[in-house]
């Protein structure tokens, strides 16, 4: 992990990077390259260490195909980046809460008995859960991986832009997943930039900020 990383520079990573819609047709990102950056961004933070974020990546012709009318607005990006990113939540992420936690010890980064505790209360809890509860939760969490991947995906040379607009409702049948368990929360398209993104303005953090 991190042996592609090509800039480590943190300051230009945040203020660098830019909404990019059309990429360089000829610059792919090799598979292992890609699996990297994903596993890097998996490094964000999620409830209860659940990691509900899931990853459908379309980077065949054949896959670009089967999005492309799905993403109306956004075709230029599926047409010229190397992948598109769909980013899923797993409302049934407590599938792989005993995995997580037995690796967790096995790697002497959690005591059993800690283990044990954890386990126990989530499960308690969290598989009876209102399937709105697990989405927002689910949502929440696989956006912050996206943000972290956009970021990891500067660090690796590459550029990205976030997509809300597709067709939500067809995206993860489409790719032949149970859309009753994965929701999808956005589409990221990852390349490098043939046309430079747009710089744009923020608003004023004290116009954001409530002090009480």
Known sequence: ???YIKNNDFTNIITGRRSVKLYDENVKIAKEELQAIIQEASLAPSSANMQPWRVIVVHSPEGKNKLRPLVQFNTRQNDTSAAMLIILGDTQSELYLEKIYNTAVELGKMPKDVR?????QIMSMFPQLPRELKIEIAKIDASLFAMQLMLVARAHGYDTNPMGGFERDKV?????????????????????????????????????????
């Open 172 to 212: 993860v049948s489409t790719f032949d997943l149970d859309d009753e368990r994965y929701v999808p929360v956005m589409i990221l398209s990852i390349g490098k930039a043939k046309e430079a993104g747009h710089e744009s303005v923020r608003l004023p953090g004290e116009e954001i900020t409530f002090w009480r």
């Open 116 to 120: 044990d505790k954890q386990v126990t």
């Open 1 to 3: 992990m991190l042996e």
